[in-house]
């Protein structure tokens, strides 16, 4: 049985033989390793509420925390609906996430900015390589919206580093 996915950003369709979507034993450690970076990026976004300042700044950070808890909460779903047991907590990734928010505190709203910036370029890169696989489906369009999501964190991020130069 073949099937049609979009795979590109390009408006490009692939015919994807139905063998050539990951098992459910690789879709859920690929899926656990997002949870993961989806466990650490909310205690990062929590770090960084507590330190900013301007509370324009610290309202869109709150904003985009919700966004990275649905993912979290999306993704343990997807590995529970495929038979796994979601991790409960974040990894070793916590230290080198978070770490910099909270040393930058110091340096006040910019350096925290400049930190989550660091952060959301390592999440966009994970979820850009995870939309590269072929999930099942109802996976894939998550993987799909999360991409989008997190690109946008990165783009106003950006923005805001700017307007504070």
Request: with cysteine; aromatic share 6%; net charge negative.
């Amino acid at each position: 049985m073949k099937l049609t996915l979009e795979k590109s950003d390009e408006h490009m369709m692939q015919i994807i033989n139905e063998n050539d979507v990951m098992n459910s034993a690789d879709v859920i450690s690929k899926l656990r390793d997002l949870v993961a970076l989806e466990f650490n990026a909310i205690e990062t976004y929590e770090a960084a509420i507590e330190r900013l300042e301007d509370l324009d700044y610290r309202a869109k950070i709150t904003e985009f925390l919700g966004e990275h808890e649905r993912h979290l909460m999306e993704l343990c779903d997807a590995i529970i609906e495929e038979g796994g047991t979601p991790p409960d907590g974040g990894d070793y990734k916590q230290f080198l996430t978070k770490g910099p928010v909270v040393l930058a505190g110091i340096g006040g709203d910019k350096a925290i900015l400049q930190a989550m910036l660091l952060n959301e370029s390592l999440t966009n890169r994970l979820y850009e390589n995870a939309n590269d696989e072929i999930f099942p489906g109802y996976i894939q369009l998550k993987l799909k919206q999360a991409l989008g999501d997190v690109r946008h964190h990165r783009v106003w991020i950006e923005s805001a580093i700017e307007q504070i130069e």
